[in-house]
T-cell receptor, first 111, second 116 residues
């Protein structure tokens, strides 16, 4: 079945460090790919998305490129801030009626 | 900005009791979803709902669960006889369309269900 695998956390970085959170997927068909962010005590917010191969999603300095050949959608940011501390979920959707999430990666950013 | 709302924010119930979690999706959205997140674990799909019927459900969504859109605005999840393992954060979501370019699920803030 369809699935998402993302790197285990927690990831601890100093402010202004570079971030990469790896995400790979398995899917039949052509999924849309998403990154969601969950701040402490809050719900899920869509961070960015890509709907077809080679698309790049971007938002708030975060980027991810839909790589069909490697079935990957890695999340990157060039310079993290303390306010980026959260749990990040990679997710996919193949048909629109459900979203499949990865296990989540917790990011801690130290001042 | 329109948002999905959920009530209550926290529900405590005894094992075996029925609970109803309520959601108000964004008004022009047509597709509705429930997910759950057991503390510290991944977000799991439960069920999707369109045109007054279930579109898809996971193996978690057994006979103890049901969903309903009782009026034009609310979308509810009922658990008939709660078990300890139902303790989780339950998220409602809605989306306007399924076309890839326009597809986005908007999530509510969640209801934390604690079964004692």
């Amino acid at each position: 079945g369809d699935s998402v695998t993302q790197m285990e956390g927690p990831v601890t970085l100093s402010e202004e460090a570079c971030l990469t959170i790896n995400c790979t997927y398995t899917a039949t068909g052509y999924p849309s790919l998403f990154w969601y962010v969950q701040y402490p005590g809050e719900g899920l917010q869509l961070l960015l998305k890509a709907t077809k191969a080679d698309d790049k999603g971007s938002n708030k300095g975060f980027e991810a490129t839909y790589r069909k050949e490697t079935t990957s959608f890695h999340l990157e940011k060039g310079s993290v801030q303390v306010s980026d501390s959260a749990v990040y979920f990679c997710a996919l959707d193949t048909g629109g009626f459900k979203t499949i999430f990865g296990a989540g990666t917790r990011l801690f950013v130290k001042a | 900005e329109p948002e999905v709302t959920q009530t209550p924010s926290h529900q405590v119930t005894q094992m075996g009791q029925e609970v109803i979690l309520r959601c108000v999706p964004i008004s022009n959205h047509l597709y509705f979803y429930w997910y759950r997140q057991i503390l510290g674990q991944k977000v799991e799909f439960l069920v999707s709902f369109y045109n007054n019927e279930i579109s898809e459900k996971s193996e978690i969504f057994d006979d103890q669960f049901s969903v309903e859109r009782p009026d034009g605005s609310n979308f509810t999840l009922k658990i008939r006889s709660t078990k300890l393992e139902d303790s989780a954060m339950y998220f409602c979501a809605s989306s306007e369309a399924l076309l890839a370019e326009h597809y986005e699920q908007y999530f509510g803030p969640g209801t934390r269900l604690t079964v004692t």
